[in-house]
């Protein structure tokens, strides 16, 4: 009993010291999504340990569909770049995404998300690829003379510099003059943490897989 007792504290005084690197989740949230991180990380394997296809099947209930916004989102969150999502790493990332988030955090976050080749830099054919990759995850179809007009017009108002590539400071300056680009940034229901993964994927009607629940 003495052992349990002692888990249980230790793991709360983890989560408090979370909820206080963080700048939106308390304790209780933090709590509720060490739930929704076992859920996730014992969906293939229950080793407490999120993979890129535990992360693949929440993000779009298959593992079989690959997907070069899954990989980039994986990255990102795998902060030590070991192949696995810790739960700090979780949480630290998905703090980005609370509706309570500075702009500026989402910004960088989406910066490095568009920024495929890390480079530093968001060049055409990075901004060309995700679009494409997104629209074809989405099942959705642009014609190629649309996708460059968005691209056009995004470098036209982005790259003050005119040098055909976006860098960190040019991509903050254009978030703040059109902060809709930031919109799939903020997870609303993060606000009110459940126990249902959180989508990032721009397809809301896709169900639930009743094996997942």
């Not at 002692?6 to 963080?22: C, I, M, P, S």
């Not at 990032?200 to 629940?213: A, G, H, L, Q, Y």
Request: hydrophobic residues 40%.
């Amino acid at each position: 009993m003495g052992c349990v007792w002692g888990k249980q504290t230790l793991e709360h005084q983890n989560f408090a010291l979370l909820a206080a690197q963080t700048c939106c989740f308390s304790e209780t949230d933090i709590e509720a999504l060490y739930v929704l991180f076992k859920k996730l990380s014992s969906s293939l394997v229950d080793d407490g340990l999120i993979s890129k296809d535990e992360l693949q099947l929440g993000l779009f209930k298959s593992r079989k569909k690959q997907s070069l916004f899954a990989d980039r989102i994986f990255k990102l969150f795998d902060y030590k770049q070991d192949g696995v999502i810790e739960f700090q790493e979780f949480v630290r990332s998905l703090s980005v995404f609370h509706p309570a988030a500075p702009q500026e955090e989402k910004a960088i976050f989406a910066f490095k998300l568009y920024d495929t080749w890390e480079t530093g830099f968001i060049e055409r054919d990075e901004v060309r690829e995700l679009i494409s990759a997104l629209l074809e995850e989405s099942d959705l179809v642009f014609p190629s003379d649309i996708i460059e007009t968005i691209i056009n017009k995004t470098f036209e108002d982005a790259d003050s510099k005119r040098d055909g590539k976006i860098d960190i400071e040019e991509w903050k300056q254009f978030v703040t003059r059109n902060p809709s680009v930031l919109k799939n940034m903020t997870i609303p229901h993060l606000k009110d943490i459940t126990t249902a993964f959180p989508s990032f994927v721009v397809k809301p009607e896709i169900e639930d897989d009743p094996n997942i629940s």
